[in-house]
């Protein structure tokens, strides 16, 4: 199983975790990432809102990029993810579209290559049957508040792979690992990514809400999929507190037994170690 790898921006820098725990977990599922050539920033998150082209042309580009290699791209990151699969929507379905990304990125749209989240291959792809066949050391015990965010599978027409509203391929996946997923009804409310520079007091808000939400449905920490939130919720969090949050892949890792998985770890600003030392899943 090979895929065209997009790492994107932020998992080369802030959400480097996230890239490492994502290439580890896939070698032990038997899926091959191999990364796209070449590569370029995809306009998230702030083209969209400035300048219709360079949102589309960024986005073209890449899928250009992927339509060279002849592979399917996987896409971890939900906001990349957004753009690339938004554009291409676009001019999948839309001839105006087409033309313009043509002429944007300089290369002819044929539509043969796929776009998908990478919790979408071990989700459909993978199987959790074949997850659950992989864990080596069980996350039992451990209550997770499964957070998709606003971006990783609206809108529906786009990102069909799960429910909009009320999403469970996380739960699922948490599940296969040994975890208990808590019911919990913020699942994709946004976390206020787009406004973390622009207006923090707006974000410290939405994400003191997001954490108090978690604690309430007796969750020990919450789970992402994306850079942007994870460094939200880790950031802009109240002083006080402490509630960790994972990358799914991570959470993986750690289920695996791979030798690695602490190293990631190292890197969140808020110390998961307490926690996974207090359910034994590391020394």
């Not at 957004?82 to 290369?107: I, N, V, W, Y």
């Not at 402490?242 to 890197?267: H, N, R, S």
């Amino acid at each position: 199983m090979q895929y065209s790898y997009y790492p994107g921006c932020s998992l080369e820098a802030t959400g480097v975790e996230y890239n490492l725990s994502t290439r580890a977990v896939a070698g032990a599922l038997g899926v091959e990432l191999v990364e796209l050539p070449g590569w370029t920033c995809c306009g998230s998150s702030s083209a969209h809102a400035v300048n219709k082209d360079l949102a589309l042309g960024l986005a073209a580009h890449n899928i250009a990029l992927a339509q060279e290699q002849g592979r399917d791209l996987v896409v971890p990151c939900s906001a990349c993810y957004t753009c690339l699969s938004k554009a291409d929507h676009q001019m999948r379905h839309d001839p105006g579209e087409r033309a313009r990304g043509e002429m944007l990125a300089g290369f002819s749209y044929t539509g043969e290559i796929q776009i998908y989240s990478f919790l979408e291959v071990v989700r459909v792809q993978v199987g959790m049957e074949r997850v659950a066949q992989t864990v080596r050391r069980p996350l039992t015990g451990l209550k997770l508040a499964c957070y998709y965010g606003c971006l990783l599978v609206r809108p529906p027409e786009v990102r069909p792979f799960d429910r909009a509203e009320d999403p469970t391929s996380l739960d699922e996946l948490a599940a296969a690992l040994g975890a208990e997923p808590v019911s919990w009804c913020y699942k994709t409310t946004c976390c206020g990514a787009g406004l973390s520079l622009t207006r923090p007091e707006v974000v410290e808000q939405l994400v003191a809400r997001l954490l108090s939400a978690a604690r309430e449905a007796g969750a020990d920490a919450l789970v992402s999929a994306c850079p942007l939130c994870q460094n939200n919720l880790e950031m802009r969090r109240p002083a006080q507190e402490d509630i960790p949050v994972f990358y799914f892949t991570e959470l993986m890792g750690l289920a695996f037994g791979l030798g690695e998985a602490p190293g990631w770890l190292k890197k969140h600003l808020v110390d998961p170690f307490p926690l996974l030392q207090r359910f034994s899943l590391v020394g």
